[in-house]
């Protein structure tokens, strides 16, 4: 990416229409209602052979108060100061409002490079509005539709010279990347360039904001006592210690009779699909009311989505008989999830920062372990010894035989067990295997995938009709002609 690209301008001109055009995906959410974004969003945008890197911001409020909207106003701000490039987007069928003559006077101050654009300008009705815009001083205006694609052309033509300028300079500052061979299914070392992927989940007003701004060491992201800020699932980007990291901050997920409205409903759907992209997933929970439903759901759908999990309890700071409470913590955890059994349980404080250290080394740990492999010679000489302790069952008098084992993937480990008659095997005698493999080969935690098959299943004619050979109905048909 060469350059930085902030959207600014009004609550609902269009900045999350034009961002979703830019990067080529729906990563914004979109809606009718103003205030949507709250948070800051990045992309990698393209547009002809430009690329860079674009950020959706929130809606410039005039409040300057502690409120969220003024919270919402300083967080933009500060991406108008950490951009090369800024798109002030104002809506052309409105006109230029009061508030867009003052943000026009904040932009000229905080950025060098500031491009004007009049949305919703697809048809006449926008004309006027298209000429007020040249009174904020910002130079000819780019009419455009975000919608509907128009006017990407003027602002390629308008990006063209600074993009030179600043692509002269990520030449310039551009480190030297060792790229690394990744083998298939084996365990894969986080680089620069293919960052550790990790989700932070949970219910609303966890602390999830909280904590990734405890670990950049800056207010990032938008927080507050209001249950519900984050609505997009953002992602950041972080060296770790020395492990590049990206975290996907996600909005609280409510029980799903509560999720009534359009928006909530949306932000949960984007916390999901960030849930698939993560390799370890966070699942954040309150010390004051822990493991209730939602939490569990929450963990579950991370167990079935086959990551490595890590489930971190906030606020610790606040709790007063730390002791008891955490040994019912424990208690509570491998009663209530026996799927994610050995899995790290921290204690953490996002607000003092207390317990970063160890909530690092569990993820890192459950990385580890979520892409392990294992030889299948150690494999079949333990398979050996779980069949002496524990022989299969054999319905109607017939022992069911396990022949052989093998691992076939990693992240999450995944085996496959060769056996005569595998769909009369119970799941209590699956469940007894794959609890010996996480004691065995130290893999607490993280989801194990076993199945079984028949020797059979590997027969590649198997199901297909029987046919003659060609020779042989060749002779045939003579003997027939001869006859």
């Not at 609890?435 to 020797?455: E, V, W």
């Amino acid at each position: 990416m060469t350059f930085t690209l902030a959207i600014v301008g009004r609550p609902n001109v269009g900045k999350s229409t034009l961002f979703n055009r830019l990067v080529g995906k729906r990563l914004a959410l979109v809606d009718d209602q103003p205030g949507v974004t709250r948070d800051l969003r990045e992309g990698e945008a393209r547009l002809a052979d430009l690329r860079f890197t674009v950020i959706d911001t929130a809606g410039l409020e005039e409040a300057t108060d502690e409120s969220l909207q003024g919270r919402m106003r300083l967080l933009t701000e500060r991406a108008v100061e950490m951009a090369d490039v800024c798109l002030f987007v104002i809506d052309a069928r409105d006109g230029v409002t009061a508030a867009d003559q003052i943000f026009a006077d904040i932009l000229r101050k905080k950025n060098a490079h500031v491009f004007l654009a009049a949305n919703k300008a697809e048809g006449s009705a926008a004309d006027n509005g298209v000429l007020e815009a040249y009174s904020l001083g910002l130079g000819e205006p780019i009419r455009m539709s975000a919608e509907h694609g128009i006017g990407m052309n003027d602002l390629f033509l308008a990006l063209m010279p600074v993009a030179d300028k600043f692509a002269e300079r990520a030449k310039a500052d551009a480190p030297d990347v060792d790229v690394d061979v990744d083998i298939q299914d084996g365990p894969r070392v986080p680089t620069k360039d293919r960052p550790l992927q990790i989700a932070v989940v949970g219910r609303p007003n966890a602390g999830k904001s909280t904590l990734i701004n405890q670990l950049l060491g800056e207010d990032r992201l938008l927080t507050g006592p209001e249950p519900g800020i984050t609505r997009d699932a953002i992602s950041v980007s972080l060296n770790w210690g020395d492990v590049p990291v990206r975290i996907f901050d996600t909005a609280g997920m409510r029980k799903k009779a509560k999720v009534q409205e359009k928006l909530e409903k949306l932000s949960v759907a984007d916390g999901l699909r960030a849930v698939k992209f993560a390799e370890v997933v966070v699942v954040l929970l309150d010390v004051e009311i822990p493991f209730e439903q939602q939490d569990l759901r929450i963990a579950d759908l991370a167990e079935r989505e086959g990551r490595a999990v890590v489930l971190a309890v906030n606020k610790w700071d606040i709790e007063r008989d730390k002791s008891n409470k955490s040994k019912e913590l424990r208690e509570e955890f491998e009663r209530l999830l026996p799927q994610l059994r050995g899995a790290p349980l921290i204690t953490v404080s996002a607000k003092t920062g207390k317990g970063m250290d160890r909530l690092q080394d569990a993820i890192m740990s459950a990385h580890d372990v979520w892409n392990r492999r294992i030889p299948t010679a150690r494999l079949n000489e333990w398979l050996e010894g779980m069949i002496e302790a524990h022989p299969p069952p054999a319905p109607a008098g017939r022992r069911i035989k396990l022949r052989y084992m093998t691992q076939v993937k990693t992240r999450p480990p995944g085996f496959v067990v060769m056996a005569s008659f595998p769909d009369k095997l119970p799941a209590s005698y699956s469940r007894y295997l794959v609890n010996g493999l996480r004691t065995d080969f130290d893999m607490p935690g993280t989801p194990i995938r076993l199945t079984f098959r028949s020797q059979a299943d590997k027969n590649p004619y198997k199901g297909k009709k029987k046919s003659t050979p060609s020779r042989l109905r060749k002779h045939l048909g003579k003997g027939r002609a001869d006859g």
